[in-house]
């Protein structure tokens, strides 16, 4: 089991930055790849942006240039920093980690609302 612990959002005006970090703990061995996923009112969750434990980074085409996705796995951390917020960038924002054996664990999620 991975347990996610999610932290920073909240609300920023349009062409602000916001900052979001997950910490994992359990069983941090058998991750694989980290990430974030966001999930606007009335829509499907989307990859937001994702990098494996070899720091291979794949990010959505809407933030890149934008968001940057850091991972420290001394740390078991992923760090999400989010440039020129938009108000499409609203949503609630969850931390993700997939296990070597295809699981997927969430975390709780943490709302971000960026304001025109």
């Known amino acids: 089991q991975v347990q996610l612990e999610e932290s920073g959002g909240g609300l920023a005006q349009a062409g602000g930055s916001l900052r979001l970090s997950c910490v994992a703990s359990?069983?941090?061995?058998?991750?694989?790849?980290m990430g974030w996923y966001r999930q606007a009112p009335g829509k499907q969750r989307e990859l937001v942006a994702g990098v494996t434990s070899g720091n291979n980074i794949n990010l959505a085409d809407s933030v890149k240039g934008r968001f940057t996705i850091s991972r420290d796995n001394a740390k078991n951390t992923v760090s999400l920093q989010m440039n020129s917020l938009k108000p499409e960038d609203t949503g609630v924002y969850f931390c993700?980690?997939?296990?070597?054996?295809?699981?997927?664990?969430w975390g709780q999620g943490t709302q971000v609302t960026v304001s025109s």
């Open positions: 359990g069983s941090i061995s058998s991750i694989t790849t």
């Open positions: 993700s980690a997939r296990a070597y054996y295809a699981r997927q664990y």
